[in-house]
């Protein structure tokens, strides 16, 4: 039931603003990254993990640029495809 409510919690971060987003999301994946990995391989896990984890690390001054929310709309999007083959 855990890994439901983990999802639960990361699908309803899409509302908050973007970074604020991207840095709960990493730190979630990173302190769940064993329940994640019962779930779906590891390597799959890694690129989720690092895709998030760059943008992260991303300047403040890119936050609000188109290019920043495309690559999270592409992490997210690739995050969703995993949550949906765990459920």
């Keep these: ?3 439901r409510q983990l999802i639960d919690e990361i699908k309803t971060l899409k509302t908050v603003p973007t970074h604020k987003s991207t840095m709960d999301i990493c730190r979630m994946l990173e302190n769940n990254r064993r ?4 779930k779906i391989d590891e390597e799959s896990f890694d690129q989720v993990y690092s895709n998030f984890e760059k943008l992260s690390q991303s300047h403040s001054k890119d936050y609000d640029t188109s290019g920043y929310t495309r690559e999270y709309e592409q ?5 969703s495809f995993y949550f949906d083959r765990i459920l």
């Design 1 to 3: 039931m855990r890994i």
């Design 35 to 38: 329940l994640f990995i019962e």
């Design 75 to 79: 992490a997210h999007h690739l995050l």
